[in-house]
């Protein structure tokens, strides 16, 4: 009973960090309909420059948490221009594509960042990830330790996801989002600006990837292909939430990772939980379809 | 004008010809990586069929591939069977895939396509071909090792006859070419193009969709896989990174780069995927002006292709080829005063 | 929408740019035809370099890599009027980064270079990258065959020099250097520096049991090729030794949480996949803080690293039993759970044997020559170093005539070499295993601080 107490516990900590993952990911796609295969990889480049302000570089006289806000800060600075960067050169011009095509940029763009970010920091693994709460602050329950890092990723979680969903809901500028998503000539003859809140919105979705990114390398490898390699993880907890409700995708993500870890108690293996996650996608995407998922075209 | 098939066989004979002879003087890493070339220009044909040809999105092509390599592999190195039986059963080993990865298909287009694939695709890679129950498959963590073999006489390995291997590979890879772009003119490939233009309509038209959505994923795995089922025999092993997620997205990419509808596009492709690398790597690095040193590594071959397909998606949703050849088209058009046909080279 | 004239131009631009890469990789590779192409054409497009007799030209540059195809500045494998070729490959892209080890085994060469060089002839290094994959590192073998290097020095390529080296030496190539993998061992043109990984095996458990350890807990790393039989010797051995252990985990080199592994180190049972004697004693209930006693681990430097994080936030902290275990940076954040830990290798610790002359030339030469590189120094860069050293001494002493042929004569020929911090080398005709002795290193306080515990204990 212990046994399974604890692996409950473990499963809901990988949950955690599913669900932080996907927010990104379906409220990327609500607003723009891209569905970025490069989300992992931008929040792994902002993490990086977030890490490089950290290790480094030396900063004689200042406290370690002030150098560590100062890393992340610098590092979501960064993300909101990457975000920028990327709406302005490339995805401002493919609005009105197919959403394959779109998908598929991502992937130029994938690849694209991931090689710079090898070419910059190398491909090797020991970069100590950033820390937001110090190591050693943990509770064990049920023998399995749980860290003050962890229960961040579980509050920002569930803090996005409903700030976010309020905010697409009640507010001004999350409607004009939604229509843009929507519908982006007519929401310009609406007067909506379509070119700022495409800039404004992946400005947002990247600022979440790096958030994501920064919680999340304590947990993985921090290199250059782990946080990508979360997508398909990402992608199936996204698709419980019908890649349109965020909290549901948070549950989606907790669901996901208690799904992953009950049956490593009896199968040892490292490879058998993507198998799980793809089962889960291919359950889910089967239910729907008759139906189709909300929102995706085509 | 010669009847379009005959000129198409000629055609790949003077290719095959010419080509076959290209790789005789340079050295055994370059003689490699020309059969590599094949074995992804394969995977990238694969491509053309599937989504060029019948629209469907697949980003596990090279998982096909390494189904084939590693069955082929355990069937040369555990049940100790002639290559050519384990190339057979390398192809049917992949087309069963195929068949499989295309039942989703019957009721998915798109993006969800898109993502059960990539999700098949890293299904195989971390688990299929790593973990330890597949390991009568797989060979355990070293995979299977093949040091020669007698394709019909021809005696073909990966260090002394590397050449061989090569001109079996562009043989074969000819001739797949020829069929592809018949199937392409046949009633069949209309078919398939009807499916990928409007599902819809073609299903009123009184196409069977599921016949021929799974005919695609079939043939298109098979494909794969022939070229996957000499992977063991050219490096000499079998493993799972040349078959891993990246490797699926990579043919994605360069296959739409050079142009996802056309055959020749797949040659160039696997041409750029295998061999460019490896020149840039061997060649590309050195002192410029005897001060700086610069050493160009994968990753800027990477960087090349990722940027090039997202510049080429925006301006040139035909690719390389396909943009290439729309303008040969255009101009003769011009001069004959003829609509152009959309018809492959 | 972008202007069609535009968009035009920019295909334009596209397409010329294409061409303008297309001439230049053409002419690379015209060139590569006509400095590598002069060699005999077999039937099957062998390069057989040893029938070329080409006067060496001056193609060759500075870089160390002027190796390109070859025959052109070479008259005989590797060795030219004015330089001698050497090579090796590395996984440097991937879950571990190998590339310390060349660039221990460069700094060693420029060194020597910087002392005039070996019989007047400078060492040029052509090294590979072989990605943690085994068909990346046979692509890289095939590299050093076609740029007919004289020997394979150094190489560190945990997943495929196994493979390979049977590859290389079917071509004549000697290899001085290694891991530690098996088949180093078994072929009479290998000549590692090192102990056999199986040997680890039998003095890990033996230490185990002159340590006092009662239960451990083990845990490998699983996905590498060979580990199998090596894991079962230990696991075994420790069967034969009296000592019980209670779970053994097998890791990835690229698995990222160690938590549910520390969990089943604690509470599990799990037994060897691949062959070894089953865990053969449970923990009490209740006796968690006691039982497992020990940990026994033989991973790769960074696993460490995640293992200690994992025990760490575990809050557990049983004795540590490691092999080759000291990757100096990423100790820095090992912290409590490594105090006392008892590390095992077949070289001197450098940190504790800073007088040691080989140490001073190996952290002098790094230092120098790839100061970015000396915090990642290890284990494995001492067996690269030490091969770099067996392979100048013979190369010397085979004097003004160097070939393939007289470098294996004066290989074999070293008796009782002295590298200055392993028991000294002898190597003869056959198979070679010259090195069976490891020495005990352990961290102490101040922390951080490795010192030796014991002289050589040989098996």
Redo the contacts between chains.
């Keep these: 009973m212990s046994?399974f107490l604890?692996y409950t516990i473990?499963g809901l900590?990988l949950g955690g960090i599913f669900a932080l993952a996907a927010l990104g990911i379906v409220l990327i796609y609500r607003v723009t309909g891209v569905?970025n295969?490069a989300h992992g990889a931008m929040g792994m480049f902002s993490t990086f420059v977030a890490w490089q302000i950290f290790y480094g570089w030396p900063h004689p006289g200042l406290a370690p948490w002030a150098v560590t806000a100062e890393a992340i800060t610098v590092g979501l600075l960064f993300a909101m221009v990457l975000g920028l960067v990327l709406e302005f050169a490339?995805f401002r011009?493919?609005r009105n594509r197919?959403?394959?095509?779109k998908?598929?940029?991502t992937?130029?763009?994938?690849?694209?960042?991931?090689?710079?970010a090898?070419?910059i920091w190398?491909?090797?693994?020991?970069h100590?990830p950033i820390y937001i709460a110090p190591?050693?602050w943990?509770r064990?329950v049920a023998?399995?330790?749980i860290?003050a890092n962890y229960v961040v990723i579980v509050a920002v979680a569930l803090g996005l996801a409903f700030g976010l969903a309020a905010f697409l809901r009640y507010t001004a500028f999350g409607r004009a989002m939604r229509a843009v998503s929507d519908n982006p000539t007519s929401a310009s003859l609406w007067g909506v600006r379509v070119d700022t809140v495409g800039a404004v919105s992946w400005m947002l979705g990247s600022l979440i990837a790096a958030v994501a990114g920064i919680l999340i390398t304590p947990?993985?490898?921090f290199?250059t292909?782990?946080l990508t390699?979360l997508?398909?993880d990402s992608?199936?907890a996204a698709?419980i939430g019908g890649l349109v409700s965020l909290p549901l995708t948070v549950l989606g993500g907790f669901m996901l990772g208690l799904l992953e870890?009950y049956p490593?108690i009896w199968i040892?293996?490292?490879?058998?939980p993507?198998?799980i996650?793809?089962l889960v996608?291919?359950a889910v995407?089967?239910v729907r379809?008759p139906r189709g998922?909300p929102g995706?075209?085509? | 004008m010669m009847p379009g098939h005959i000129v198409r066989f000629a055609v790949a004979i003077v290719a095959f010809a010419i080509l076959a002879r290209l790789p005789v003087g340079l050295d055994q890493a370059f003689q490699f990586d020309a059969a590599l070339a094949l074995i992804w220009g394969f995977g990238i044909l694969s491509l053309v069929l599937l989504t060029g040809y019948a629209g469907q999105v697949s980003l596990c092509q090279a998982t096909f591939a390494g189904v084939a390599a590693y069955g082929a592999g355990m069937t040369v190195s555990s049940m100790h069977g002639g290559y050519l039986l384990g190339i057979v059963i390398g192809v049917v080993f992949a087309t069963i895939l195929g068949v499989i990865v295309g039942l989703p298909a019957l009721r998915l287009h798109g993006i969800t396509l898109a993502i059960v694939t990539l999700g098949i695709a890293l299904v195989f890679d971390r688990y299929v071909f790593q973990d330890h129950i597949f390991d009568w498959f797989t060979g355990g963590t070293g995979g299977w090792q093949v040091t020669s073999a007698d394709l019909l006489g021809i005696k073909v390995d990966s260090s002394q006859h590397l050449l061989a291997a090569y001109d079996v590979l562009l043989a074969l890879f000819c001739l797949v070419s020829v069929l592809m772009v018949n199937l392409h003119q046949s009633g069949a490939g209309r078919r398939l193009r009807a499916i990928r233009d409007s599902e819809v309509a073609a299903s009123t038209m009184g196409v069977n969709l599921t016949r021929y959505k799974l005919l695609a994923f079939a043939m298109s795995a098979g494909i794969a896989g022939l070229g996957g089922s000499f992977y063991p025999l050219i490096a000499g092993s079998v493993s799972p990174q040349p078959f891993w997620v990246f490797t699926s997205l990579q043919l994605a990419a360069i296959g739409v780069l050079m142009g996802v509808r056309y055959v020749p596009a797949a040659a160039l492709g696997g041409l750029f995927m295998a061999v460019v690398p490896d020149v840039l790597t061997r060649y590309g690095h050195g002192t410029f002006m005897n001060r700086f040193n610069y050493d160009i590594s994968f990753d800027w071959f990477q960087i090349a292709v990722g940027v090039l397909l997202i510049l080429q998606l925006i301006l040139l949703p035909d690719g390389v080829w396909g943009d290439m050849r729309a303008k040969l088209l255009h101009a003769r058009g011009a001069a004959q005063r003829k609509p152009a046909r959309e018809a492959p080279a | 929408m972008v202007a069609r004239s535009l968009r035009e131009r920019i295909a334009v631009a596209l397409l010329a740019g294409s061409v303008v890469v297309a001439s230049v990789l053409g002419v690379m590779t015209v060139l590569a035809f006509t400095q590598g192409g002069v060699g005999g054409f077999g039937p099957q497009g062998e390069v057989a370099g040893s029938t070329a007799n080409v006067p060496g030209g001056g193609s060759s540059n500075s870089q160390a890599t002027s190796g390109g195809t070859g025959s052109s500045s070479q008259s005989q494998s590797g060795v030219s009027g004015s330089s001698i070729t050497i090579g090796g490959f590395f996984d440097i892209t991937g879950p571990v980064d190998s590339s310390v080890e060349r660039d221990t085994v460069r700094a060693y060469m420029q060194l020597v270079n910087a002392q005039g060089g070996i019989n007047g002839r400078k060492v040029q290094y052509v090294w590979c990258d072989s990605k943690y994959d085994a068909s990346a590192a046979h692509a890289c073998a095939e590299q050093m065959i076609s740029q007919h290097v004289l020997a394979v020095v150094g190489l560190t390529a945990p997943l495929g020099e196994n493979n390979e080296i049977p590859t290389l030496t079917s071509h004549g190539i000697p290899v001085i250097g290694g891991l530690g993998t098996p088949a180093e061992y078994t072929n009479s043109l290998s000549f590692p520096v090192s102990a056999n990984f199986y040997r680890y095996g039998t003095a890990i458990a033996d230490e185990a049991r002159a340590l006092g350890a009662k239960h451990p807990a083990v845990v490998v790393l699983g996905d590498v090729p060979w580990v199998h039989p090596v894991e079962a010797n230990l696991l075994n051995r420790l069967s034969a030794d009296g000592v019980g252990y209670t779970d053994v985990e097998e890791v990835s080199a690229t698995q990222a949480n160690y938590t549910a592994t520390v969990f089943n180190l604690q509470h599990a049972h799990h037994g060897p996949s691949g062959g070894g004697a089953a865990p053969n004693y449970q923990c009490p209930p209740g006796s968690a803080s006691s039982c497992p006693d020990y940990v026994i681990a033989a991973l790769d430097p960074f696993s460490y690293h995640r293992l200690f994080d994992a025990m760490e936030a575990a809050g557990w902290y049983p004795h540590v039993l490691g092999a080759g275990l000291d990757k100096f940076n990423v100790q820095r954040s090992y912290d409590k759970e490594i105090h006392g830990a008892h590390s095992l290798v077949p070289f001197l610790s450098p940190y504790d044997h800073q007088n040691n002359p080989t140490v001073r030339q190996y952290l002098g030469a790094v230092e120098h020559f790839y100061p970015g590189q000396f915090q990642a120094l290890d284990i494995y860069t001492q067996h690269s170093w030490t091969a770099a050293m067996v392979f100048v001494a013979a190369a010397k002493a085979a004097g003004s005539n160097l070939t393939q042929a007289t470098l294996i004569q004066q290989l074999n020929a070293l008796h009782g070499f002295n590298t200055g911090w392993s028991v000294p080398l002898s190597y003869g005709p056959g198979a070679h295993d010259p090195n069976h002795c490891f020495t005990y290193t352990m961290d102490k306080s101040p922390h951080g601080t490795w010192s030796t515990t014991s002289g050589w204990i040989c098996s």
């Design positions: 046994t604890a473990i900590s569905l295969f490339v011009w493919v197919p959403q394959i095509v998908a598929v940029i992937i130029g763009v994938l690849l694209t960042l991931q090689s710079t090898s070419l190398k491909n090797n693994q020991y100590l190591q050693d943990t064990q023998g399995v330790p860290g947990f993985i490898n290199d292909t782990s390699l997508i398909v992608l199936a698709l870890t490593t040892q293996s490292l490879g058998f993507r198998l996650a793809l996608i291919l995407l089967i379809s998922l995706v075209a085509k």
